[in-house]
């Protein structure tokens, strides 16, 4: 059962005929399965299938493919799994591989596809676990985990992945893990015209996002493989309990932007904290980090910088956004892109962590800009300007998949 904020009985049974009636609502619903049906790229400027994507509609997805071809997409991440254990961005057939910038990944497991990996980020390995969890769940599937994968079985390739985390993007001294400076949940550093991939210029850091990902996807291996609980309940425990202590600022409510391990790219004078970031904190939700009390300061949080920033919902990347200039990659000014773009993807996993943890009401007020503009467009957008006019990819997946689960969770209120 859904949690909700028990308001008085005639006001909670007038939310819920608000949230049977909502004609968006219906309209959302009705537009996110229609889109989902035309594929599993992340929309229509993209023609490779992304696990950061493919983890947040796969449930939607799972309405209207059999598991089977689920299935099929989540084995390819799995058949092209580097020989360190690490999990790429997306895969597209061969055939429609461009010149654009991507160094390719080929496997042996997989001549169908070629393979990229954005290598400034850190949450690929964590969206497959994550993704897998929910298919499981959405499909009752567990046979996927013996599935064999070359010589590995796809629970023992689950925890490779995690195991490369470890050994790969996880720093001692503070025992968190790190990826290149992003915006936020970004894979675009400041250092680079297009940004995605660590060059000699990267300045490393630790951020929220990242390890509250991982802990997600911790928390999903141990449950569908409860033999690896002894192995990482440990490290769960000390993530946690190092992002509290190293990412949390106490005195200001909100997460640190992030912690630099080689010095910042950013100039001196340039007080970063100043920066809230929106996407990063809805995850940390999500991975159990903060209290009651601390996710309604949170959402305050939000709601004012909406109101400061002029945006249409929560799902605001961040305010204030980084200053002109600080990203070299021309799309990443001031409210453009990852850098204060407003991102339904983020701000849907907002609501539905609102939803789980009480605060049903205040989800459903910030829920409306949402599926108004879904109507409004008559479809889903990769992320809306600051004044709500819709830019990037259309048929944006991750946006439909995100939206549909929270009205699923708003019905599903008892």
Not at 202 to 229: G, W
Not at 304 to 322: C, D, H, Q, W
Request: charged share 25%; proline share 4%; with cysteine.
């Amino acid at each position: 059962m859904i949690a909700s904020c028990n308001p008085k009985q005639p006001q909670k049974q007038a939310l819920m005929r608000q949230i049977h009636s909502n004609e968006n609502f219906a309209f959302t619903k009705a537009k996110a399965l229609e889109i989902v049906k035309t594929g599993f790229n992340a929309g229509d400027g993209y023609g490779e299938v992304w696990i950061r994507d493919y983890n947040t509609f796969i449930e939607l997805s799972a309405q209207v493919f059999e598991p089977e071809v689920l299935k099929e997409n989540l084995l390819v991440f799995f058949k092209m799994q580097g020989d360190d254990g690490n999990i790429i961005d997306g895969f597209i057939p061969k055939d429609k591989v461009s010149g654009v910038g991507y160094d390719y990944i080929y496997s042996g497991l997989e001549p169908r596809y070629a393979g990229h990996k954005n290598t400034v980020e850190t949450d690929q390995e964590s969206s497959l676990v994550q993704a897998i969890y929910k298919y499981i769940n959405v499909t009752g599937d567990k046979s996927i985990l013996n599935e064999m994968v070359g010589e590995k079985s796809v629970a023992d390739r689950l925890e490779w992945a995690m195991d490369f985390l470890m050994q790969h993007r996880y720093n001692e001294k503070y025992g968190l893990l790190w990826g290149a400076t992003t915006a936020d949940w970004g894979d675009v550093q400041p250092e680079h015209d297009w940004g995605v991939y660590f060059t000699e210029d990267t300045h490393y850091a630790i951020d929220i996002y990242d390890n509250a990902m991982f802990l997600i996807a911790l928390d999903n291996l141990m449950e569908i493989v409860p033999e690896s609980k002894e192995k990482w309940q440990p490290v769960r425990n000390q993530i946690a309990e190092n992002t509290r202590k190293y990412l949390w600022d106490e005195t200001n409510q909100k997460f640190i932007p992030h912690i630099y391990l080689n010095g910042s790219p950013f100039p001196e004078d340039f007080n970063e904290n100043e920066i809230y970031y929106h996407g990063g904190t809805a995850v940390a939700i999500e991975a159990g980090l903060l209290s009651n009390e601390e996710i309604k300061i949170s959402l305050d949080k939000m709601i004012a910088n909406v109101k400061a920033s002029g945006a249409g919902s929560i799902g605001l990347t961040m305010y204030p956004p980084y200053p002109e200039g600080f990203f070299k990659n021309k799309g990443m000014y001031p409210y453009g892109y990852q850098n204060g773009g407003d991102w339904t993807w983020f701000g849907g996993r907002m609501i539905q962590q609102l939803i789980k943890n009480g605060f049903v009401e205040d989800a459903y007020q910030q829920m409306q800009p949402m599926v108004k503009r879904v109507k409004d467009n008559n479809g889903f957008f990769e992320w809306y300007t600051v004044d709500n006019k819709p830019k990037g990819s259309g048929t944006f997946r991750g946006e439909a998949g995100v939206l549909y689960k929270a009205i699923i969770m708003f019905e599903e209120i008892k």
